[in-house]
């Protein structure tokens, strides 16, 4: 048993130094993250394995994961994780290394195997140990499959479409899985079935909205349906999910 522990804390010490373990705190991560005043969570877990990864890309499933410093024993195959923020969507991550380690039962839950990724962003600015099962494998890419490129001023698109109907719906519960749904507004034609959307940003994350009205659209010689988003705008019904939103974690 003793050697392999031994063998355990050596492979975590090659693998991992205590130098990215630890992860000291920079400028550039308080700079980085708003969660610098987030109360310090520890706690100290079983090391099972550590290894390094082919570095590669991933983004985040939805809502925010927590982001973790880790401390490695020297002498025993043991990992301290220390809250240190979130992680933001819409943003590529990359993953170098990984550990699975043994997570303390709960009075709900029996102690599991979880498998953590060390990713940092392309400029090193944010960094740290995420539960893998948070991440989606690949790049980041916006609802219309192009990498998200951010520019000082967002161009304004609008088109007008034909209406199919619109009516007022009994108030129901949406949240959204993934990439941020764009939101529109939508004037209406007094004289003809038109209406013309124009986006005006995407719904915030982690959060449950209410629907009130609904509208069908002819897109794309399609109806498409939209669902008005109370104090957001018009919303693609296909990107929402009904329900509350529930926190991964």
Request: proline content about 2%; charged content about 25%.
């Amino acid at each position: 048993m003793m050697k392999k522990v031994a063998m355990i804390a050596a492979a975590a010490a090659m693998v991992l130094p205590l130098g990215l373990g630890a992860i000291a705190p920079a400028q550039a991560e308080t700079t980085a993250f708003a969660a610098a005043k987030v109360a310090t969570k520890k706690t100290t877990l079983l090391l099972l394995s550590s290894q390094k990864m082919k570095k590669a890309a991933y983004h985040v499933k939805s809502g925010k994961p927590a982001l973790y410093s880790g401390a490695f024993a020297a002498d025993q195959p043991k990992v301290t994780l220390t809250k240190k923020g979130t992680l933001a969507g819409q943003k590529t991550y990359y993953a170098t290394k990984k550990i699975v380690v043994k997570a303390k039962a709960t009075k709900t839950t029996k102690a599991k195997k979880v498998t953590y990724a060390y990713v940092k962003t392309a400029n090193g600015k944010v960094k740290g140990w995420v539960v893998l099962s948070k991440l989606t494998a690949g790049k980041f890419m916006a609802a219309d499959g192009k990498k998200v490129v951010k520019k000082a001023a967002d161009k304004i698109t609008s088109k007008t479409y034909t209406l199919v109907n619109a009516k007022k719906i009994k108030k129901a519960v949406y949240h959204f899985k993934g990439t941020q749904p764009a939101v529109f507004t939508g004037k209406f034609a007094a004289d003809r079935a038109k209406v013309t959307l124009t986006k005006k940003g995407v719904l915030p994350e982690s959060k449950t909205f209410t629907a009130t009205k609904q509208m069908t659209i002819k897109q794309n010689k399609k109806n498409v349906k939209y669902l008005y988003i109370s104090k957001q705008g018009w919303v693609k019904a296909s990107t929402l999910t009904a329900g509350k939103f529930m926190a991964a974690d």
